[in-house]
């Protein structure tokens, strides 16, 4: 007994009929009804009772069934587990970007794999930053793009973001050139908690440049940032990764913080199950992709100067 004819046998049944598989497959009708014919003889029991609409399983069907669905999935897994010793990549892939990227990523990414490798099914998703640590750690993600490095040490990142002041016109200006720290320091400041690494890293900036943050309130998420933003409460700070569909509407104002210029790195990520090989074609294919949405998304590559 061949998997190719308990995979027949599988389609015949989901698609309702030997003609209807048939079709499906591309192949023709009587080599089906032919495999259905031998798993019967071989077994010696009728699996399949022909009606007007198709056909119905028999109780031996029903049970054979059964096997010849675990029989496929247990040669599935093993397909896939053997080409992973191999150094392929799993024919699943997820992939996690931080929250408010993916409109940014998500084209390039689905379109490079599918070029690179057409039989690799990616699934893409947008997690917060210790959800991106957390899925790695436990292989709910294959590969990830953080703002984290993996091993929180010296890797250099792969790219680079700059951060903008962001809020209302009124309080922003309506002009697109860049403000100064010091500028900034003097108006109501909507900012991340100071204690998480994103908090620390504005702090610090703004500590080099002798001035204080004026902080009025305290925000957990980029998302409630930019609502309070949007309402008028005050200024926030992020990359433009995170505000660019509020600019692309005009509900907010942006402008580039330097003296100092303050940016964060852009990490990729494979997760420890993978095999060295396949982890390295896999970042690969990653880095290819967001290379021509580096521009787009206001990155630039570590190391690279305006």
């Known amino acids: 007994m061949k998997f ?18 048939a079709a499906q497959r591309g192949v023709s009708q009587p080599g ?3 495999t259905i014919r031998d798993l019967e003889t071989r077994l010696k029991a009728r699996l399949l009772r ?10 031996a069907g029903t ?3 059964a096997f010849a669905r675990e029989s496929l999935a247990a040669l599935d897994k093993v397909e896939r587990r053997m080409k992973e010793m191999a150094g392929a990549l799993p024919d699943r892939l997820s992939i996690a970007v931080p929250v408010r990227v993916g409109g940014l990523v998500f084209g390039a990414l689905y379109r490079r794999f599918h070029a690179d490798m057409p039989e690799v099914s990616v699934s893409l998703v947008e997690a917060l930053t210790e959800d991106i640590a957390d899925g790695l750690l436990s292989g709910r993600f294959d590969f990830a793009v953080s703002y984290i490095p993996t091993g929180q040490g010296g890797e250099a990142p792969t790219f680079q973001e700059k951060l903008y002041l962001i809020g209302p016109e009124a309080l922003v200006g ?28 504005v702090d610090a900036a703004f500590q080099s440049a ?7 309130r305290v925000i957990e998420r980029a998302e409630g940032l930019l609502a309070f933003a949007s309402e008028g409460e005050g200024v926030t700070i992020l990359p433009y990764s995170n505000f660019h569909q509020e600019l692309a509407r005009g509900e907010i104002a942006a402008r580039l913080l330097v ?6 790195g852009i990490y990729l990520h494979a997760a420890r199950h993978l095999d060295p090989r396949a982890a390295s074609a896999g970042l690969r294919a ?18 690279e100067s305006d």
């Open 4 to 21: 190719a004819d308990l995979k027949i046998f599988v389609d015949v049944v989901e698609a309702g009929g030997m003609t209807q598989a």
């Open 32 to 34: 089906i009804s032919r």
């Open 50 to 59: 022909r009606t007007g609409r198709g056909v119905d399983l028999t109780p």
């Open 63 to 65: 049970e054979f069934l």
């Open 174 to 201: 309506a002009v697109s050139d860049p403000i100064s720290v010091q500028q900034a320091s003097m108006m109501p400041i909507l900012l991340n908690d100071p204690s998480l690494r994103f908090g620390r890293l």
């Open 210 to 216: 002798g001035v204080k943050l004026h902080v009025t």
């Open 259 to 264: 003296d100092p210029q303050i940016e964060r």
């Open 286 to 303: 990653i880095r290819r992709a967001l290379e021509p949405v580096a521009e787009q998304a206001r990155w630039s590559r570590h190391g």
